[in-house]
């Protein structure tokens, strides 16, 4: 009965993965003034930051470059600085600007 499952699940679609571990981001870049959408999975996306000593929070970061696909292809670099629920504590972002709000937002 397994084999058949196995067979059977090759011809079904896959599910839709869940949308709770993601971010969706939109940002604009300076140059052309195109929307350019993106998402971080915070499942998997985030790498751990422990803090110099170790002793301190541990806080997540990310660093995502989103490039357009008009005829600008000027990078926007986005880094962002998560605490332990996974919510926005900083933004920085080169290139561009970000649409969504949420926290601090720093542009350089």
Not at 55 to 63: E, I, L, P
Request: contains cysteine; aromatic residues 6%; proline residues 3%.
């Amino acid at each position: 009965m397994s084999f058949l499952k196995l067979l059977a699940s090759l011809f079904t679609p896959a599910r839709e993965r869940p949308r709770r571990y993601v971010l969706p981001l939109s940002v604009q870049c300076h140059r052309c003034g195109e929307v350019i959408h993106g998402e971080i999975n915070l499942a998997n996306d985030l790498s751990a930051d422990y803090g110099e000593d170790g002793g301190g929070a541990t806080t997540y970061v990310c660093r995502k470059v989103l490039v357009g696909a008009g005829r600008c292809f000027q990078q926007i670099e986005l880094e962002l600085t998560f605490d332990e629920g996974r919510k926005i504590l900083q933004q920085h972002v080169t290139g561009g600007k970000l649409l969504e709000t949420g926290a601090t937002q720093t542009s350089r």
